[in-house]
């Protein structure tokens, strides 16, 4: 039976919420007013006791599910002990360090930690500023980095009128196949929005460029996958001009494609690494990783006004959070089953093209999906923002939680439990396919 949401303890709770806190947070959250009281492994409850399938874990940061035992075992461990007293060393925090070094490329061996995605950006580009002291980048179209100044300069912005100027950035099309930017084919296009890039940048007026920062999969722009060779063409022209390539992984890295992190897909090697969505299971930690001569440059990594730290990056208790994440993911080889998972959501996915009339692409890898919605498959018109509306609620209602147009499970779902949650998203879409666009 599907839950008539919203419940009555939920609405209660909601109005008291509403009261004092602001609105404009999250228009899912915000749609169908849901209080939620708690979770554990991919499940969350509701105040009047519903239960839901977490598609969406968290938002993309319970990776371990919610409060996995292990992660509580750590944050057991260290509340007692020590909560913070700002930047000193901690033994979790080298422990931390270590394993983070195990699993990424080699040349990414220096840390700094924080507890936003914005703020872990604006480092990286201070970090770069430094070292190439040069202060302007270079990004893509559909990114996405955050809220900040910079990091929302370098998406594509749409509140200067109200916010005010953005700072000047070099944006660059994304290899966004379905809609190709040029409407070419791959591979017959020969990767020519990447070859435009260099003119870009010759043209931009930008130079000296300080960097690149990219998402090796664009997450919140629409779970978009460049086609193969992309980010190697588009790293060779960057790095003809000197400039430093920065892989923004906040959402895309700590095993949610399959790999330790996505860029391993594409066979290029960064300089510098923001992640941590998923880095302490839903715990605020986010690193900003980098080889040592760029983080330890003058002034980022010196002692002073331009340097490194924040109040509360890196602290014990996140650090163990992080700890007993990387410990469970490996222990439970969650990223392994995420690559295993992802095929199976893609030969479930794909014929859904075929099948459906308002599927016009589908994509991904391990366990970050993207589905498009189109009102016309030769147009490709995209389909009115109430479709997803529409698909969110009916999932809700049926004890699935999504983000519109992406899958993304925590990491150690079950396949039997991913299967019972696209069937209630293809469900969705065939009451959808029922009404007139
Ligand atoms: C790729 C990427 N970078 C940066 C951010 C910004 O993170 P935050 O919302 O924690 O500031 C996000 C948030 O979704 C993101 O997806």
Same mark, same amino acid.
């Given at each position: ?62 990776? %371990?599910?919610?409060? *996995? ?11 007692? #002990? $020590?909560?913070? +007293? /700002? ?53 893509? %179209?559909?990114?996405? *980095? ?11 912005? #749409? $509140?200067?009128? +109200? /916010? ?274």
């Amino acid at each position: 039976m599907p839950y008539n949401l919203p419940g009555k303890r939920s609405q209660e709770g909601w109005e008291a919420d509403l009261k004092y806190v602001v609105t404009g947070r999250s228009s899912v959250a915000e749609s169908v007013p849901l209080v939620i009281e708690r979770g554990e492994g991919v499940y969350f409850w509701d105040a009047d006791g519903n239960r839901y399938l977490d598609f969406s874990a968290g938002i993309l940061t319970a990776s %371990t599910g919610h409060c *996995h035992p292990h992660v509580i075992k750590r944050l057991q461990e260290q509340v007692p #002990l $020590l909560w913070h +007293v /700002y930047a000193f060393p901690t033994p979790q925090r080298a422990r931390l360090c270590e394993m983070l070094t195990e699993h990424l490329p080699p040349q990414i061996d220096t840390f700094c930690f924080y507890t936003g995605g914005s703020e872990t950006i604006e480092a990286a580009t201070r970090a770069c500023s430094s070292y190439r002291k040069a202060y302007l980048f270079a990004s893509m %179209t559909h990114g996405y *980095h955050g809220r900040t100044l910079i990091s929302r300069s370098l998406g594509p912005s #749409l $509140l200067n009128k +109200v /916010y005010g100027p953005t700072v000047n950035v070099c944006h660059l099309p994304y290899p966004y196949c379905y809609r190709c930017p040029l409407k070419l084919q791959y591979p017959s296009c020969g990767l020519a929005c990447i070859e435009l890039a260099d003119d870009l940048l010759q043209g931009s007026g930008h130079e000296p460029l300080a960097a690149l920062i990219f998402e090796p999969i664009a997450g919140a722009g629409g779970v978009l996958v460049p086609p193969p060779g992309a980010w190697q063409r588009l790293v060779e022209i960057c790095r003809k001009r000197e400039m430093l390539i920065i892989a923004d992984e906040v959402l895309t890295g700590v095993g949610r494609t399959g790999k330790f992190m996505a860029i391993e897909h594409f066979g290029v090697q960064p300089d510098v690494m923001t992640f941590g969505k998923g880095l302490g299971s839903g715990f605020p930690i986010m690193c900003l990783a980098g080889r040592r001569d760029i983080i330890s440059s003058y002034p980022f990594g010196e002692v002073g006004e331009g340097g490194a730290s924040t109040s509360y990056g890196g602290n014990p208790l996140g650090a163990a959070a992080a700890l007993g994440t990387l410990e469970a993911m490996f222990a439970e080889h969650m990223i392994e089953n995420a690559a295993r998972l992802g095929e199976e959501i893609r030969a479930r996915l794909t014929p859904w093209v075929e099948k459906y009339r308002v599927v016009g692409d589908v994509r991904g890898l391990g366990l970050l999906w993207g589905i498009e919605l189109v009102t016309d498959k030769t147009s490709k018109e995209p389909y009115p923002a109430w479709g997803w509306e529409q698909i969110y609620h009916d999932c809700l209602n049926n004890g699935v939680r999504l983000v519109p147009n992406r899958i993304c499970p925590p990491l150690n779902i079950t396949s039997a439990q991913l299967h019972q949650g696209l069937d209630v998203i293809e469900a969705t879409i065939q009451a959808l396919e029922k009404k007139p666009a």
